[in-house]
């Protein structure tokens, strides 16, 4: 208390000063009417400032909240999306049924998603893994494909009650079936090591018909990822040893250096397809 009073009387004079100053403003406010508009405009100047930029921040917060509303609703459009896709080359392929059919998508997606977001990715390593923060309490399991807002990402390896590890597309240890989109013929997606920009799609036979700038898909012979899921556009294409198939080089959709949301797709018929497809190699 004592150090208190001697500071407060050693700086006496700056306190009467501050003091005097507050006294002439309040004076000069109270007496004429050009100050009184040119500090009430200053003052709500400074408010507006104050509210747009505390505005600005809560936006900026409520960002992350906004992304993970997006993305989910993106993953519901493109389960409708795929489902329509499916219903319309079958009737296209039954044209007999084409006439008078309306598709019913609300019990026709076999397919769920659970968005989830990348805590650890790497891209410069020959095998690269990316780790998500969904595990088995949240129903992720292995074999579910990923995605992001742009196309493929990779398959889920390891799981455990809070995390998973995926796969992506930049591990020689994935190979995705992928086919050229509007066309009947697949190959085999594997990447090489080199650049994390491209991988190559092999074994599509020579007399398919695509060119530069074609979208690749996965080609739905799977049970992980549905048909039409971009993976990327062909950049550049040449024939394999054996002259009978072409080897393209494909630019990925995706952006893993720059991987922050997934979701994670879940097939509800998967384990049916699986356990017929397993039967049936037993006769083998």
């Not at 080359?89 to 049924?97: K, S």
């Not at 990348?118 to 690269?128: D, G, M």
């Amino acid at each position: 208390m004592r150090k208190l009073i001697e500071f407060l009387v050693r700086k006496r004079h700056w306190f009467l000063f501050v003091l005097l100053e507050a006294v002439s403003l309040l004076l000069l406010y109270r007496g004429n009417r050009y100050q009184q508009t040119v500090i009430l405009s200053s003052a709500n100047m400074l408010t507006g400032s104050v509210v747009s930029l505390s505005g600005s921040v809560a936006s900026y917060l409520n960002l992350r909240d906004i992304n993970k509303d997006l993305l989910e609703r993106n993953g519901r459009l493109e389960a409708r999306m795929l489902a329509l896709q499916d219903q319309l080359e079958m009737l296209m392929a039954d044209t007999v049924t084409f006439r008078g059919f309306v598709p019913d998508t609300t019990d026709s997606i076999p397919y769920t998603f659970v968005v989830a977001d990348v805590v650890n990715n790497s891209v410069v390593r020959l095998f690269n893994y990316i780790t998500i923060n969904k595990g088995k309490l949240d129903g992720i399991e292995p074999d579910m494909g990923v995605v992001c807002e742009r196309g493929a990402v990779g398959i889920v390896s390891t799981v455990s009650d809070h995390f998973s590890v995926v796969i992506p597309l930049l591990n020689p240890k994935l190979r995705l079936s992928c086919k050229v989109r509007g066309s009947g013929y697949f190959g085999s997606l594997n990447w090489d090591g080199r650049d994390a920009l491209y991988a190559n799609l092999e074994e599509l036979p020579r007399h398919v018909d695509f060119q530069k700038g074609d979208t690749v898909v996965t080609s739905g012979y799977s049970a992980v990822f549905p048909p039409g899921i971009i993976v990327g556009t062909v950049a550049e294409f040449e024939k394999q040893h054996d002259d009978n198939f072409y080897s393209l080089r494909v630019r990925l959709a995706a952006d893993f250096q720059a991987l922050n949301n997934v979701r994670v797709i879940k097939n509800l018929r998967q384990a049916e397809q699986l356990r017929i497809e397993q039967e049936a190699r037993k006769n083998d």
